[in-house]
């Protein structure tokens, strides 16, 4: 848009801007509300006086509390964290990592990102900071209120990073099973201009429309019983469905099916069908070509797909929480049956600290992903 | 493509979605035309309980299940018909209540509350996410590049956000003397209570919804801005088209696939409104299709479940589903056929 | 040999941590599902003391328990129920009498913890709860207001402390639409001295009664906070701590949090006192929480789960954990905390009466309320609409023909 013809006027901007400004307000508002909350004393936490809730007067009261020193440094560190991600980390990978192994690549650099962030942020930052502060005055007096024991209470009395662990496990699988099958159907779809083809994308929108919750009803008793239905088949080691987190990230991918062909099929028809059929004129069978001249151009669609099955499968909450036993459950359900069982305002807040807890991998996977997401899209991931 | 090689593509995605979607759906449509239920045998128990000081025992006639040798349930399934249908829609009783007391009268039977409201719902929420959706990404396109990152990116925070939590939190921020109610009071002066009137809630369910889902909605059409044809803007420019005209002739034909595909993904969700209601806590005021087959589905204390009525209530959902997708879906075919 | 060796880590890890307290070494693999309140898990925590025991707390327990106790195995070997969700395991015949074992591992428990259904014991009770009065004791001493009996004299209590402005909303309730709401209507029914079916599991509530009870609740709305319909029992402790009602209807497991320090601002001023009278009974339905055990089980496996449970319910659980519930074990030390409960019970209050068409009764009643007091109905039509949803519910489950 740089021509000239097409430059907006001055009010125009304006407004616009306002009113983008007051949208990111309102899109982060909540969030950052929970945020708050999680690291103030119960009776800070539920105040009914915002600024209470912001400056945690009786939180600051009992001992816990930061300065105007820790809060620049601390700001100062998120920063960085944020730089090296969007910035840095791209450019290592492109230079570092080999050309097939991008996304190994990435994984381990946002890990070590993450780490890195979590150990500077808890443990050197705080170490530093209690030498520093008493030497800086007034900058280095505690102004507002803050503690984190409702985070320490979580993940290392209620034994959280189990159910982390849970998560991780359901949703890579949900990602990955769900992306290789979903992949091979959409190239399949998109290059069949057959009748069937067309019937199954249809039906499989009807399945899309059909209330969850009777879906899962329908599998408890079955995922129960199945040692005993099962061991016909499979003998004495017949397992037991329920409980298992296999079962639990197939019932999650073929739930999320209709929506992940749908998209990747409109992604696949965005790639000229030349490319494919010269492939196959050099000898190549269908699988062939698949391999080798679509796979490395689908990764834009892929990744966006990718990032909504995972969404899917770390967000979910009716499947996990019916088809998992305790020792197995992933953080949605744990967070729920937290809220639904705490009786004493200590124990809601730090569910809260859960819930923030839950949405911060989230917010690394977007700050991450995000330019992956638009250029998915962009490069045709929906068409209708 | 032949079929051999188009089956083995598409077989795994298939075989899932019929073993896991499709199976069930055939059962549930036969549970909807049957019922399935224990024999019972009247019989008098004593039972013993805690009290104070001393125990409290009861005796008392009650319905105990016949059990086989095998200690299991005998069950009975008998061939119903429509009757589970008609006893979620209650078409008698309602019709005898329109003829009375007009349509308000309507809202006493859950299944046409719950309707009216998803309807509602459904139908106010689409426009608003389209709007706000289209809007959103119209202002991020205008943005200058420094900003467009965190702006996408704080963007997209409500819709990535765990629904459970987010419901949770606008619970947080306007239940009781939550902070936003504080806020509100104090800028109307009086005592405000959101969760005490069905209207508020309802606006609140909306707002929510919105506010979730147009994230979506913009990331997609901003997706979509990018590849809007600029010579095709600039001849409008040249033809002397407004702002306003080039938006209109250029800009929303080509994102009409877009806003279809979103119309048709927020019909499908927003037709199954559900978590906002438990969310929210709002059945007192407010129910929804999908709550009203939850409902019929989840076990009372005792274990009784209504899978017939619930199946009966998640088929018409379906159908409903359906009746509003067939315009969008008309066109898919369309294009369907004009692209082979 | 990986299995040997994970093995050996688990147990050398439990080693450190586990047998604390318990008596003996559990060798037997256990596992339990219960709902997840405190009581729970103050038990839980001390039969995982055992070893070789887990533990789900879990919302859905209700939802999972007839099918996982059907299962051959059963997947769960000891389950926590309370008086209605016994009645699904009971039915399907899925929990064994408990009789045998009573006699050789459980001699020390009182007769008022067992459970008996014509005979045979098929639980065993740790705790009972009920909902009582709790007041303000400083506020109706301030306005020399008599603790209240009746609800009549309740909402003059609530009448006087409006009027003199001491707290805008003096009545808490947990009305919350549902289940929550639907208890509150039992307690007011039971306390009218009604029934709730006639012959053949028909429904009776739409009567004078029913009308009664379905009064009373909308008189005391009138006090309330006009957000009753999602109040639940921890908003209603909430309103109590930060001083915002006078007088509820709460149960008894809730009474700690009043003189908590850390959360309260009303630490020691608030007094436990008996549910307020129906014409015939408190307005108030006795609840017990217990154990029960898996018949799809070897009985080495039933020996062994049963054990676990009784160091779970011992003398020294109840003693980490007083204040958590009314204890019914050995050891209980009744503090004025418990006052409310033991004298709600010795006015001959009745217990929740659990059975297969209650459960149907408790959901309808629980969605159907909601209609009267927000006015879309009146109170016979409310109960005729309740009784109609009944019916509808009941024949499709075969309890009415």
């Not at chain 1, 705490?342 to 807890?357: G, L, P, Y």
């Not at chain 2, 609140?204 to 506010?211: A, Q, T």
């Not at chain 3, 050891?331 to 929740?352: D, H, I, M, S, V």
Request: with cysteine; aromatic share 10%; hydrophobic share 50%.
């Amino acid at each position: 848009m740089s021509s000239r013809a097409l430059r907006q006027p001055l009010g125009l901007k304006l407004t616009s801007a306002s009113f983008l400004a007051l949208w990111c307000i309102v899109a982060a508002f909540p969030i950052f509300w929970i945020t708050v909350m999680s690291f103030k004393s119960p009776v800070d936490a539920f105040s009914s006086n915002a600024l209470n809730v912001v400056f945690g007067p009786h939180t600051r009261d009992t001992g816990h509390g930061i300065s105007i020193l820790d809060i620049l440094l601390g700001i100062a560190v998120i920063w960085i964290t944020a730089r090296i991600m969007t910035k840095t980390l791209p450019g290592m990978i492109a230079s570092y990592a080999p050309g097939g192994q991008k996304w190994a690549g990435w994984v381990i650099g946002v890990l070590v990102v993450a780490i890195g962030f979590l150990v500077t942020f808890f443990a050197i930052l705080p170490a530093i900071l209690d030498v520093l502060n008493p030497w800086f005055g007034p900058l280095g007096r505690d102004i507002i209120g803050l503690t984190t024991e409702h985070y320490k209470t979580v993940w290392v009395d209620r034994g959280f990073s189990n159910n982390f662990k849970n998560s991780m496990i359901v949703t890579t699988g949900v990602v990955t099973i769900s992306l290789t099958v979903g992949t091979l159907a959409g190239y399949g779809l998109a290059r069949s201009g057959s009748g069937l083809a067309f019937a199954i994308l249809i039906i499989a929108l009807v399945f899309r429309a059909l209330p969850h919750s009777v879906l899962v009803a329908g599998y408890l008793p079955v995922f129960i019983s199945s040692s005993e239905w099962l061991a016909p088949i499979l003998g004495e080691n017949a397992p037991t469905l329920y409980g298992k987190p296999f079962a639990v990230i197939a019932v999650l991918v073929a739930i999320n099916q209709p929506f992940t062909i749908w998209m990747l099929r409109s992604f696949f028809q965005s790639i000229p069908a030349e490319l494919d059929e010269a492939a196959r004129v050099d000898g190549c069978n269908h699988f062939q070509a698949f391999r080798r001249v679509i796979m490395p151009v689908m990764w834009p669609g892929v990744i966006t797909t990718g990032l909504f099955s995972f969404l899917l499968g770390y967000n979910d909450f009716l499947v996990t929480s019916l088809l998992l036993d305790a020792q197995n459950q992933t953080m949605v359900p744990a967070i729920a049956g937290m809220f639904s069982r705490e009786t004493t305002t200590t124990d809601q807040v730090v569910a809260v600290a859960a819930a923030v807890s839950i949405t911060a991998p989230l917010f690394f996977l977007v700050m991450v992903f995000q330019r992956q997401i638009v250029s998915g899209l962009t490069a045709g991931a929906v068409k209708g | 493509m032949n079929f051999k090689t188009f089956a083995a593509f598409v077989g795994p995605s298939v075989f899932m979605m019929l073993l896991f979607i499709a199976f069930p759906l055939a059962s549930v449509l036969k549970q909807s035309f049957y019922v399935t239920q224990p024999i019972y045998d009247t019989v008098e128990v004593e039972t013993c309980s805690p009290g104070f000081p001393d125990q409290i025992c009861v005796t008392e006639q009650k319905s105990v299940p016949q059990l086989d040798e095998d200690g299991k349930i005998v069950e009975i399934t008998t061939f119903v018909g429509l009757q589970s249908y008609r006893n979620v829609l209650e078409l008698e009783r309602a019709w005898n209540a329109v003829k009375t007391d007009g349509l308000m009268a309507l809202q006493s039977i859950d299944f046409w509350k719950a309707l009216r409201f998803t309807l509602t719902f459904t139908l106010i929420t689409l426009p608003l996410v389209l709007g706000f959706g289209l809007g959103i990404a119209l202002m991020i396109n205008n943005a200058s590049l420094a900003i467009k990152g965190p702006v996408i990116f704080i963007s997209l925070l409500p819709f990535i956000i765990t629904p459970v939590i987010g419901a949770l939190s606008i619970n947080w921020l306007f239940r009781g003397d939550g902070i936003l109610t504080a806020l509100i009071e104090w800028y109307l002066q009086r005592d405000v209570s959101m969760f005490a009137q069905a209207w508020t809630i309802e606006v609140l369910i909306m707002l929510y919804r919105v506010w979730h889902v147009a994230p979506f909605a913009a990331i997609v059409f901003y997706a979509g801005l990018q590849t809007v044809n600029s010579d095709a803007l600039e001849s409008a420019v040249i033809d002397g088209a407004s702002r306003w005209q080039r938006m209109k002739y250029v800009v929303i034909p080509h994102l009409t696939p877009l806003i279809i595909f979103i119309s048709m993904i927020h019909l499908m969700d927003a037709y199954r409104v559900f978590e906002e209601i438990v969310g929210f806590s709002s059945q007192g005021y407010v129910i929804s299709l999908q709550w009203l087959t939850y409902d019929f589905l989840v076990p009372d204390q005792a274990g009784n479940r209504s899978i017939s009525r619930a199946s009966a209530s998640a088929m018409l959902t379906m159908i409903g589903i359906a009746a509003l997708l067939v315009p969008l879906l008309r066109r898919t075919w369309q294009d369907h056929k004009g692209d082979h | 040999m990986f299995k040997k060796l994970a093995l050996a880590g688990a147990l050398s890890v439990m080693a450190t941590g586990a047998w604390a307290e318990c008596a003996y070494e559990n060798t037997t693999p256990l596992k339990s599902l219960s709902a997840g309140f405190e009581a729970w898990k103050a038990v839980t925590d001390a039969m995982a003391e055992c070893g070789n025991f887990q533990a789900s707390l879990d919302q859905d327990f209700r939802e999972k328990q007839p099918e996982a106790f059907a299962a051959k195995p059963a997947l769960y070997q000891i389950g926590g129920v309370a008086n209605s969700t016994m009645v699904p395991l009971l039915n399907a015949g899925t929990i064994r009498p408990l009789d045998d074992l009573v006699a050789k591992y459980g001699q020390h428990l009182k007769p008022n913890q067992l459970i008996k259904v014509d005979g045979k014991t098929y639980a065993i009770a740790m705790m009972v709860n009920l909902q009582h009065l709790m007041y303000r004791e400083d506020i109706l001493n301030d306005l020399g207001i008599a603790v209240p009996t009746t609800y009549a004299e309740m909402l003059d209590a609530a009448a006087k402390i409006k009027e003199a402005g001491v707290v805008e909303y003096p009545i808490g309730a947990t009305f919350k639409t549902g289940w929550n709401l639907g208890e509150e209507f039992i307690n007011n029914y039971l306390g009218e001295g009604g029934a709730f079916f006639a012959e053949g599991n028909m429904p009776n509530i739409n009567n004078e009664k029913g009308v009664a009870a379905l009064e009373v609740m909308k008189a005391l709305t009138e006090f309330m906070d006009p957000e009753y319909l999602v109040s639940d029992s921890t908003y209603v402790q909430q309103q109590f701590q930060q001083g915002k009602i006078a007088m509820a209807n709460l149960w008894a497991s809730r009474a700690a949090a009043m003189n908590d320090e850390a959360e309260s601002q009303v630490v020691g001023k608030v007094v436990m006192a008996a549910a307020p009278m129906g014409s015939e009974r408190p307005a108030s339905s006795l609840w017990w929480d217990g154990v029960v055990f898996a018949t799809n089980m070897t009985d080495e496996e039933a020996e062994a789960a049963f054990q676990v449970a009784m160091e779970g319910m011992d003398t020294e659980m109840v003693k980490a954990n007083n204040d958590a519930a009314v204890w019914l074990i050995d050891g209980f030390n009744a503090g004025p905390l418990a006052k409310g409960a033991y004298e709600t019970a010795q006015k001959g209050t009745a217990p929740y009466p659990g059975s297969g068409p209650m459960g149907i009764m408790h959901t309808v009643l629980g969605n159907g309320i909601s209609d009267y007091l927000n006015g879309a109905k009146d109170a016979a039509t409310t109960l005729a609409d309740i009784e109609a949803a009944y019916i509808t519910a009941a024949k499709e489950s075969g309890l009415v023909q």
